[in-house]
């Protein structure tokens, strides 16, 4: 069954993300969230939040916008496409001054009102090259 409120909730937690505000995105996860990124790399709260902030700090003023989005039960399914470019450092990478734009599938997974798992896909390999050309 479609759920409003789960797709709400997915779209103020990008919305957090979109705006800094990491404070918000906490909030938003339940106290046993989990994150995978491509392979099943599960990280914790934390790992997620210094992992996205460390990604995003890397593009200022970037956008992330959900493009399609689509609720059954307990999951979220968000087709989104990212775009901003490299003017400040990103983990180990300096500014390369690069616009960069990728779509990711995310599919998140609901519990007590709160973001329990995150999985994310995306090409990895196409950002970089991205960064390089």
């Not at 505000?21 to 990280?43: G, I, K, M, W």
């Amino acid at each position: 069954m479609v759920n409003i409120k789960n797709i709400e909730l997915v779209r103020s937690f990008y919305q957090a993300i979109e705006d800094n505000n990491y404070e918000t995105v906490a909030a938003l996860c339940h106290e046993q969230f989990t994150f995978y990124s491509q392979l099943d790399r599960p990280l914790d709260i934390n790992g997620f939040l210094a992992q996205e902030k460390g990604n995003m700090d890397g593009y200022p003023g970037f956008t992330f916008r959900i493009h399609d989005i689509f609720s059954h039960d307990d999951k979220v399914a968000c087709y989104m496409i990212f775009e901003g470019v490299h003017s400040a450092m990103m983990h180990d990478i300096q500014p390369t001054g690069k616009k960069v734009r990728f779509s990711l599938m995310m599919l998140l997974t609901i519990k007590d009102d709160k973001i329990f798992e995150k999985r994310a896909h995306f090409n990895e390999a196409d950002i970089m090259k991205q960064l390089q050309d």
